[in-house]
């Protein structure tokens, strides 16, 4: 679920995470469009974090040590990939060899695809395709500070206020203990994990797919797998119904990234998995 684009916004019922997503207009600190201000956005973040509820040791330990980080915003900006046509795209991101490791992973973990779709209605191939698209089948998650990248996003006017309420998810994993900041490592919009959730969606649909008493997505295949499938049926999968373009599924397709070459490619390598 890449900034790619899909997943605008994805719980817990807990209050902190209640008040972190709220009131994005109210955020204090000015945003900027290059690195020249950052430092003075730093310091106001901290003040509107206390407001909002989280403790000082959670500002300490994601706030206390953040960088402005160039990167992200080269690649906010060079999103060239979602203007090919599918065919193009689909020969860029390797869709035959997604659909060949996909069909050998469907059978190496059936009984793991079997109980996630009796779960949750989501059959293996729309999963399969997700996570080969996504980071290769767990082979690539990124390696960016994901807090320094989404307060370089959250300070950056372009999307300040979809970024802030992601830098506060964020916030919250590392203070409900699901994740420390030095686990919170991941690709450069700050997508965390073997599918790639965006932390509000991490923090509304993670699950416990092993059953070990954590929400691991970077390194529980099982709970990654798992939360992609609940995340899918949070937003309107429907058992048994199909999910090509026009069927009733679709859409949750469409809920994950809002580039419709991706929701395109996703379908068809998903259908070829499951044929």
Not at 4 to 17: K, V, W, Y
Not at 52 to 74: D, E
Not at 226 to 234: E, I, K
Request: with cysteine.
């Amino acid at each position: 679920m890449r900034l790619r684009f899909g997943n605008l916004l994805r719980g817990l019922g807990l209050g902190l995470a209640l008040v972190a997503f709220s009131a994005p207009a109210a955020y204090a600190a000015k945003c900027g469009n290059t690195s020249a201000g950052f430092s003075q956005w730093v310091k106001q973040a901290k003040k509107d974090a206390k407001a909002k509820g989280f403790s000082q040791r959670t500002i300490n330990a994601t706030l206390g040590n953040v960088s402005y980080r160039k990167k992200t915003i080269q690649l906010d900006r060079n999103q060239r990939s979602f203007k090919l046509s599918l065919n193009q795209f689909m020969k860029k991101r390797g869709a035959a060899t997604i659909v060949k490791k996909g069909k050998q992973y469907k059978k190496r973990h059936r009984a793991l695809f079997n109980s996630i779709e009796k779960r949750y209605g989501v059959p293996p191939g729309v999963l399969l395709a997700i996570w080969g698209m996504e980071t290769g089948f767990g082979g690539f998650l990124g390696n960016e500070d994901t807090i320094s990248a989404l307060a370089t996003l959250a300070y950056d006017c372009r999307r300040s206020a979809f970024f802030t309420r992601e830098l506060y998810a964020a916030m919250t994993i590392v203070q409900q203990g699901q994740m420390s900041r030095k686990q919170m490592r991941g690709a450069a919009h700050g997508e965390l994990g073997q599918t790639q959730f965006l932390p509000s969606s991490y923090v509304k649909y993670a699950v416990d797919g092993d059953r070990n008493g954590s929400r691991n997505l970077i390194s529980s295949k099982a709970d990654a797998l798992a939360s992609t499938a609940n995340y899918l049926r949070g937003h309107g999968w429907k058992k048994g119904r199909g999910y090509q373009p026009g069927q009733a599924n679709y859409r949750a397709i469409q809920a994950w990234n809002a580039a419709s070459v991706y929701q395109q490619a996703i379908a068809i390598i998903a259908a070829k998995i499951d044929s």
